[in-house]
């Protein structure tokens, strides 16, 4: 888990490539490349993020284009500005959020229902 | 029963279409197809396995379909859906669970290519079939084929034109970087080319 | 919107004026319809056509209420009652009929005497 101080990209910071670790990721600036966290990723309202995100949570109040996937939990704020494909077995979309992409997570339906979907 | 609402009650059946301009409350199960002008909810328990046109639709129980709603969709916590959805405003509460892609964008599109695809079913007879829900890419890139079917595709422009601003403005403070065609290309996937060239 | 508190004591199925309804109805419980419902009808308890309603169905129910506009067959496995507005074409087989003064009926009546 996440033992140290999160690391903060500012909001005139940009940084292209990779990001892997263990500490929180909080992104006010801009992040383009390959993200992969065993802890919580924060995206700012004023944070942009284009990038493959592996992480164990993600928040987004800002942009974020990429696919998706967490291990716990995925929330989209009012303000969020997502594209891309999110797989969590938690998600949770706040009004206001815009949302392109497909969401995966396991849909236990009922019995009742002959299996449908994918 | 003073306002005599439409409520499908839980020991009941419907096979078959189903129109309407008033809301609808579903606490039984309805197969086949709802058009509904207003709020369509799907109770705790219910089970609707229907392609829905509808102004608001609110889902407790289960939803397995095509979803177009012009207004709202609200996904509440007890909901299980599994299906493309096209909705100007979607709300997901912790614990629901949906499967399929969503469209925040074009629902005229989006309507038009689902009442296309229902033109091309046969027609509901007495056993409707229980049909699988469709594949999604396919419905996605229909949605697109209708939308565009005449514009010129022009694959070799597509790259450069990845950015985020069509549909979602870049914040100005951040420094952009010069875009390299080739890395950000492979990154973004093929589907949100199409949706930023299409606006 | 969510209503959940009153699920169970009002287990009852409401066709509203608005609606219309092709395919088949299947309920083990009461049913009123003041909209429009085409095809198949088939209601373990009261179903209740009302005033304003329009029925294009075979109909099964233990007690059939007519106030509306209802052409098709009709099992009335206990009462099947006409009212005043009612318009009916169809047969009706049910132990028990009761047409009211105003109803208009045209079909075959069997009380399985």
Known sequence: MASDEPCLIASKSAIRGQISG???????????????LESNLTIEESGSVEA??????????GEARGEV????????????????????????????????????MEVELPASIKAGGA | MADKETVIGSDTRI??????EED??????????IQLTQTLTVEKGATVQADLDVGHLVVLGAVVGTIVASESVKLM????????????RLTMEAGAAYRGRVD???IAAARAAASSR?????????KPAIRPAPPRMATLAKAIVATKASAPVAPAAARSTVTPSASVPAPASPPAFPRVAGAMGAMTPAWAKKKIRRR | MAKEKDTKPMANTVIGSSIVIDGEITAEESLTILGTVKGKISVAQNLAVEAGATVEADVEAQTVTVNGRLTGNVVARERLELKPEAKMVGDAKSPRIVIADGAGFKGNVDMDV
Not at chain 1, 22 to 36: A, F, M, N, T, Y
């Open chain 2, 104 to 106: 925040m964008g074009d």
């Open chain 2, 15 to 20: 096979s078959g279409e189903v129109r309407g």
């Open chain 2, 118 to 126: 229902a033109v091309q079913r046969p027609a509901v007879s007495e």
């Open chain 1, 52 to 61: 493959d995100m592996d992480v164990d949570q993600v928040t987004v109040k």
């Open chain 2, 24 to 33: 609808l409350v579903v606490r039984g199960r309805i197969d086949g197809k």
């Open chain 2, 77 to 88: 916590s007890t909901a299980r859906v599994v299906g493309d959805l096209a909705s100007p």
């Open chain 1, 69 to 104: 996937v967490a291990a716990r939990s995925a929330v989209l704020h009012a303000t969020a500005r997502v594209a891309g494909n999110i797989r969590a077995p938690q998600i949770i979309i706040e009004d206001g959020a815009k949302f392109s992409g497909t969401i995966e």
């Open chain 1, 22 to 36: 263990k500490q929180d990721l909080i992104v006010e600036g801009r992040v383009e490349g390959h993200i992969s």
